[in-house]
């Protein structure tokens, strides 16, 4: 929830919105804190960030999250 999304920030502003992992995580907790708009705007730019590192696993990782963001709802990683 709330400490989730206070740290993802955190990490995110100290990478400066540039990495696409932490900027997925950081969408996952604002997601999971209720922010549903900004958990699609985040995704979108871990999206094109990406798209710029050619992490096509990464895109389709963050494209089934951003559907879910879209809807409402957080998303939670499969159990591998």
Known sequence: GSAAK?????????????DPWVLKTLAAALAEAGDAQEAVRTVDVALQRAVER???????????????YVQGAAYREPDR
């Not at 050619?54 to 879910?68: N, P, T, V």
Request: hydrophobic share 40%; charged share 40%.
């Open 6 to 18: 206070r740290i993802a920030t955190d990490l995110a502003e100290r990478t400066d919105y540039a």
């Open 54 to 68: 050619g992490a096509a696993e990464l895109r389709r990782e963050l494209a089934i999250q951003r559907e879910h």
